[in-house]
């Protein structure tokens, strides 16, 4: 494991060290991925939104020095609150400690966070300050090579049970994808 200096807060951020990034990224290459957005993605990621009913979901392809999302949904942005800095907006790029998607790679497992203040680990992410995130549900994209490609995501503000039917939900779509963007680079037709 990689250890990051602590943020301003004075919080040490723990990322976990991603050894097969280059593989991956040679990988994502090989498909022609993980260097723009992707329509079909996007599509992908507002299906996924709409069937867990959450506000944030996310196709993520991590790199050596951050991710970026190739399919991404996001909600409106929320109405200021008089006093207070307006909050981003979650873009395509984020850096390899912003989030939980570099745990999901590395553990090559899924992960489900009903509450992400109930873990230390995972309370100090700067997702939570910036982005106000509460709750996450990730899996990994585990390819026919034994790559993991990327994760399928989402998120909410809210604390949430994401329950075994979520759990199920993530892990199906992530293995519904994969084999959606082999056979994609192998036949040369569109994602989905």
């Not at 996001?74 to 790029?93: A, H, N, S, T, Y």
């Not at 910036?130 to 034994?146: E, K, M, N, Q, V």
Request: proline share 14%; glycine share 10%; charged share 25%.
């Amino acid at each position: 494991m990689s250890y990051d200096p602590p943020r301003p807060a004075g919080r040490l951020l723990v990322t976990p060290e991603d050894r097969e990034a280059p593989a991956r990224l040679a990988r994502l290459r090989h498909l022609g991925l993980g260097e723009r957005p992707e329509p079909a993605l996007d599509a992908f990621a507002q299906r996924l939104a709409e069937v867990t009913g959450a506000p944030y979901a996310m196709v993520n392809f991590p790199g050596e020095a951050g991710q970026f999302f190739a399919g991404l949904c996001i909600p409106p942005p929320l109405p200021p609150v008089p006093g207070e800095p307006p909050r981003p907006q979650l873009g395509r790029v984020l850096p390899r400690d912003h989030g939980y998607c570099p745990h999901v790679v590395v553990r090559r497992r899924a992960l489900a966070l009903e509450d992400v203040r109930d873990y230390p680990r995972f309370a100090g992410n700067p997702v939570v300050d910036d982005y106000g995130i509460r709750s996450y549900l990730g899996a990994p994209l585990i390819d026919s090579t034994g790559t993991v490609l990327g994760t399928v995501s989402v998120a909410d503000l809210a604390p949430r049970p994401w329950g075994k039917a979520g759990l199920e939900t993530v892990k199906a779509s992530a293995a519904d994808l994969v084999v959606r963007l082999e056979r994609s680079a192998e036949d040369g037709l569109p994602i989905l």
